[in-house]
């Protein structure tokens, strides 16, 4: 099956405590993104990719750092300096020019700080 | 700040009646496009219309678009119980920022049975 897997779906982190979401594509798509979904806000983007070693980042990038070694994959770290990283994670895939295609969503992670 | 504002922020209607959402932008843009959202998953691509179209159809859903007065409709006719979830529109950016997807905040809609 053709798609794109986040794992895991849902992660409980420790004040203090640095945890890496997972976000792999197989449909070959150059494109890749992280937005950040909380109760009544909508999605706003956290980084984005265009293409392998190259990222950007979104409208609210700080607290978060990403990686692009391979096309199929994106991972996310949520940073200790993330003040508020209580939310839900999508992560999308398109085939490229940003903003310009549709976007193929995975199944969202939720994570919770205790 | 986010680009797309949807309205209504909620929306109940029985099934079989037609729902009809609609989307105000700002700024210019290339595209817009609109998702669906079960509870709590992720989201799913429903259509895009690009800034020279001004209407397009997908099975039970009809969107328009209105570039001088940015704004967008979607319209999903003979509605199922089904079709209960949130919607989103996102733009798509012309000009300098022309790589970012933007959304909305979405319009929650519950079909009763």
């Known amino acids: 099956d053709g798609g794109i897997t986040q794992s895991p779906k849902y992660l409980f982190r420790k004040e203090g405590q640095n945890v890496t979401l997972s976000c792999e594509q197989n449909l070959n798509h150059d494109a890749m993104y992280w937005y950040r979904q909380d109760p009544g806000q909508g999605l706003r983007l956290i980084y984005y990719?265009?293409?392998?070693?190259?990222?950007q980042k979104g409208d609210i990038a700080e607290g978060y750092s990403v990686s692009r070694e391979k096309k199929e994959s994106f991972p996310l770290t949520v940073t200790s300096a993330q003040k508020n990283p209580t939310a839900f994670y999508l992560c999308?895939?398109?085939?490229?020019?940003?903003?310009?295609?549709?976007?193929?969503f995975g199944p969202g992670t939720r994570l919770t700080v205790l | 700040s986010q680009q797309g504002e949807e309205d209504p922020q909620a929306l109940s209607i029985q099934e079989g009646e037609n729902a009809t959402m609609n989307c105000s932008y700002k700024t210019s843009i290339n595209n817009l496009q609109w998702y669906r959202q079960n509870s709590g998953r992720g989201l799913v691509h429903l259509i895009l219309?690009?800034?020279?179209?001004r209407e397009k159809h997908s099975g039970r859903l009809r969107v328009t678009l209105d570039t001088s007065k940015k704004s967008s409709s979607l319209l999903i006719t003979a509605s199922r119980a089904a079709d209960t979830a949130s919607y989103f529109c996102?733009?798509?950016?012309?000009?300098?920022?022309?790589?970012?997807?933007?959304f909305g905040k979405g319009t929650l809609l519950t079909v009763n049975p």
């Open positions: 996102a733009t798509g950016n012309s000009g300098g920022s022309n790589y970012k997807l933007t």
């Open positions: 990719s265009q293409i392998v070693n190259d990222f």
């Open positions: 999308a895939s398109s085939i490229g020019g940003v903003g310009y295609n549709e976007q193929f």
């Open positions: 219309i690009r800034s020279n179209e």
